[in-house]
């Protein structure tokens, strides 16, 4: 089954702890990204990755750090994750053929709380 | 700067009735559009995108949306509401504007709770 697959779905952690989110995806998709989801504010993007090794950032990128080292996978890593960076994290993968039109494909999502 | 307005951060109607979502965007250029759908403890599932092609775009489980440029809108709309369909709905724009921003960013609305009630 082609799919977006993240762990942990759920994570609580304290203030400073480094925590390191998984994405994967198996429809061999050139572009990734990850996006966070607040009420009332909708999904930003954090940082997102054309290609192996290619990693930019997107809007909110700040607390966060990514690496694009196989093509499959796209980590999400907080060094020192901070109360406000409580949020549902999303990844999403697109095949990038037709650019801007493309499709993007959600994982299920991760809930993380910061205390 | 792309941006995108949902009107309506929660919408209620009743089994059978129209359900009517509005999105409002604000481009420079031609704008491509995309309505998405997360059902409760699920990522998003994309409903229907708009790429320059028909205005009317027929997407899943009987939602279609209208482009309007003269509206600058994109509104969501399915003639008889089923109780499945309950679920966060989010408008959002592809963000084609080059010279160094985010490529492939969509930019999303705020999204709109429907609740269906029997």
Request: with cysteine; charged share 15%.
């Amino acid at each position: 089954e082609a799919q977006v697959t993240q762990n942990p779905r759920y994570l609580i952690t304290v203030t400073g702890k480094k925590l390191t989110v998984t994405c994967s995806q198996n429809m061999n998709h050139e572009y990734m990204s990850w996006y966070r989801q607040d009420p009332g504010l909708g999904l930003r993007q954090i940082y997102y990755s054309m290609n192996v090794e290619v990693t930019d950032k997107g809007d909110v990128p700040e607390g966060y750090k990514v690496s694009r080292k196989e093509k499959r996978n796209f980590p999400l890593i907080l060094e020192s994750p901070s109360p406000n960076q409580t949020s549902l994290y999303f990844c999403a993968s697109s095949p990038w053929t037709s650019g801007y039109t493309d499709t993007q494909y959600f994982g299920p999502g991760t809930r993380l709380t910061v205390l | 700067a792309q941006s995108v307005t949902q009107l309506g951060s929660h919408v209620s109607v009743s089994e059978g009735a129209l359900v009517l979502l509005r999105c409002n965007y604000s481009s420079s250029v031609p704008p491509y559009l995309f309505w998405y759908v997360q059902y409760p403890n699920q990522g998003l599932q994309l409903l229907l995108k708009y790429t320059s092609a028909a205005t009317l775009v027929k997407g899943i489980n009987g939602f279609e949306a209208e482009f309007k440029k003269s509206e600058t809108s994109f509104h969501l709309t399915k003639p008889s509401a089923h109780m499945s369909d309950a679920a966060e709905y989010f408008c959002a724009v592809s963000d084609r504007n080059a010279g160094g921003t985010s490529y492939g960013k969509l930019t999303f609305g705020q999204g709109t709770i429907l609740t269906v009630h029997p």
